[in-house]
């Protein structure tokens, strides 16, 4: 158990829904980290937040949007689903400040499956 | 951009064997490496690391590896391996110049027959 959770653990929806994922750090992690694990696209990062704040961006779709709230747990928002959004959603968290590297720690992650 | 590459995509072998999965990255910068392994329906967990120091990184479960920043590469060994280590394992990249998100390969997909 790496400490990080997210909900839910599985999610079915339609096409041209919006769905909400939830992850909550580690104790003490400021940073939280979105990822998505697809077939076709393997792993890749998503989005960064830091005590609040968004940090970096990798291959998020305009559709896709996140945030970190004040108890520094997460959400990522997906909208307008289509079927190729179906995929492993992962949560990391790390207690990186901004311009430092660290261990990220993973969640058990969301799997969204888009009808 | 910077890229990693698994290069075996499927690895069988049988239990007791040794293992080497292949990783290569392309930044030549600074960079730290990972090692994460994703056993059946479970979440990603990290292996090992290196930041800096001693190339031969030792982690969990008997698992080493070696960083030769010459050959860009970070592969990962296992002297003998048992039916429990069937996963899937992926190599990791974090470039110090372009924040900390991770850079994942392709991942390798071990299955060890019994």
Not at chain 1, 6 to 24: E, N, Y
Not at chain 1, 49 to 72: M, V, W
Not at chain 2, 46 to 59: I, N, T
Not at chain 2, 89 to 110: D, E, K, P
């Amino acid at each position: 158990d790496s400490g990080v959770t997210q909900t839910p653990k599985h999610l079915i929806t339609a096409t041209g829904q919006r769905v909400t994922l939830r992850c909550s750090p580690r104790s003490g992690d400021l940073s939280v980290y979105w990822y998505q694990q697809s077939l076709d696209q393997g792993l890749q990062f998503l989005i960064q937040y830091y005590n609040g704040e968004e940090r970096a961006k990798g291959n998020i779709l305009e559709r896709f949007s996140a945030q970190q709230f004040p108890d520094l747990h997460s959400e990522l928002n997906l909208s307008s689903l289509e079927l190729g959004d179906s995929a492993l959603y992962f949560c990391a968290s790390s207690p990186t400040p901004p311009g430092g590297t660290d261990t990220q720690y993973f969640g058990p992650g969301t799997r969204l499956t888009v009808l | 951009a910077q890229s990693v590459s698994q290069h075996n995509h499927h690895v069988i072998l049988s239990e007791a064997a040794s293992l080497e999965l292949g990783c290569n990255y392309s930044y030549g910068g600074t960079v730290n490496l990972f090692w994460y392994v994703q056993y059946p329906g479970q979440h990603l967990q990290l292996l090992l690391k290196y930041f800096s120091g001693d190339p031969l990184v030792k982690g969990i479960k008997g698992f080493e590896a070696e960083f030769i920043k010459s050959k860009f590469s970070f592969n990962l060994r296992k002297p003998s391996v048992q039916w429990s280590d069937t996963a899937e394992y992926f190599c990791a990249v974090i470039n110090n110049n372009a924040g900390n998100m991770l850079t994942f390969g392709g991942g390798t997909r071990l299955m060890v027959k019994p």
